[in-house]
């Protein structure tokens, strides 16, 4: 046998060939054993909680095993979208289900008809596969621009972000987090067709995948010619905002009212309108109101919200692309301009910038010459995402 690999050069090219995939395979196993880990202790979570956590007022229940303890608040109009389609009474005063986008409840009724299984399980199957997918991507995605050790610290932080919990429950944040991974792959590779198709998957996934769109154009501009872009951008900006835009249809037509998805959400903010919440916004009361001693979840939010600011500041210097920069700074913005003036504050902000991805890169870049400090850091966001995950499955945080 030694002979013969001595005097064959393709049997030493073939075995090196082989050597060099299990190798490269290494990252991507280690990348599933740290989300794995995370897994493990949002499972945890959900076990101290149903010990030791009083179950809150709210009690519809999507089954009976664990996992369906990931089942709850915006689970429940997700499933009923799924299984029923939407309603619209014309009422603004009332919570109704065309405040939520469309892709994630489609896709759970298909994979449900599909595989012959209860609703309720194929919005945790959906989910799950997403974030899994994502936290793949987002590894390579990283790894191509800063390397091994860099990506694998960014699926750490993200990964055991007290709000990951978001990843595996019955929501559109995992899903929403590979389209976006995805967009900005494409991107790198200048396959713009591609990105403005995966954005419009984004924009119909959750609002917040519009954020794209200004990304897109950025992108385009810079790797185009004045004359390609302006031949290129009306048709990749329409099936860039499709996602949206087709929703707007599909409303006007089923409903008679194009913009029944924002005058709904009203109702979820105390008939706040869109209009107040804006205006307290931008005079920047969210911030007056602010209470740093509150250590609650709720209370928490606002720490993490000036993070995620302090972080996008960070990014300026640190290596991350512009259009990444971008990306992160708009999604911090929508939620702030249209929510935050609302009796909510800045409740909900640590969920919503989960997909967020750069403002991860950006804390990996920021301590990588000081890698005692990951640990520490996952330790923290650990501890917090066991609290979460607690206090999610007992209905007693709504994220």
Not at 225 to 243: C, E, K, Q
Request: net charge neutral; aromatic share 14%; glycine share 8%.
């Amino acid at each position: 046998m030694l002979d013969r690999i001595a005097f064959n050069p393709s049997l030493i090219s073939s075995s090196d060939q082989s050597g060099n995939r299990l190798k490269s395979l290494v990252p991507y196993l280690e990348v599933l054993a740290i989300y794995a880990c995370s897994r493990f202790v949002v499972f945890l979570g959900i076990a101290f909680g149903k010990a030791y956590i009083p179950l809150g007022s709210n009690t519809w229940v999507a089954g009976t095993q664990w996992y369906h303890w990931l089942l709850r608040w915006d689970s429940e109009w997700y499933k009923v979208i799924a299984s029923e389609g939407y309603t619209y009474n014309g009422d603004p005063g009332l919570t109704q289900t065309v405040v939520f986008y469309p892709l994630y409840p489609t896709l759970c009724r298909l994979v449900s008809e599909i595989l012959g299984t209860d609703i309720a399980i194929s919005m945790l199957l959906v989910a799950n596969v997403a974030a899994v997918a994502a936290i793949l991507l987002l590894f390579k995605l990283v790894q191509e621009r800063f390397g091994d050790q860099i990506a694998l610290a960014t699926v750490a932080m993200i990964s055991f972000f007290p709000s990951s919990v978001f990843l595996s429950a019955g929501y559109t944040e995992p899903l929403a987090l590979l389209l976006m991974v995805s967009f900005f792959l494409a991107v790198v590779r200048e396959r713009f067709f591609l990105a403005a198709v995966f954005a419009g998957l984004a924009v119909g996934t959750r609002s917040t995948g519009i954020a794209l769109f200004p990304v897109l154009l950025w992108e385009l501009w810079h790797c185009r010619s004045p004359r390609r872009f302006l031949i290129d951008v009306v048709p990749l900006s329409m099936i860039a905002t499709s996602g949206l835009w087709l929703y707007m249809l599909y409303l006007g037509l089923a409903f008679g009212h194009p913009m029944a998805f924002s005058d709904a959400q009203a109702a979820f903010h105390e008939n706040t309108t869109i209009f107040a919440r804006l205006l307290s916004a931008v005079t920047l009361e969210p911030f007056r109101k602010m209470n740093l001693t509150d250590i609650s979840p709720a209370g928490l939010d606002q720490w993490f919200t000036i993070l995620f600011m302090g972080l996008i500041l960070h990014s300026w210097f640190v290596g991350i692309s512009r259009g990444m920069t971008l990306f992160a700074t708009i999604l911090l913005a929508l939620p702030y301009l249209t929510l935050c003036g609302g009796p909510a504050g800045f409740t909900s902000m640590a969920r919503f910038n989960i997909v967020s991805f750069p403002l991860f890169v950006v804390m990996a870049l920021s301590i990588h010459r000081l890698p005692w400090l990951i640990p520490g850091i996952v330790g923290i966001f650990g501890g917090l995402l066991l609290m979460y995950s607690a206090l999610f499955s007992q209905w007693q945080w709504i994220g």
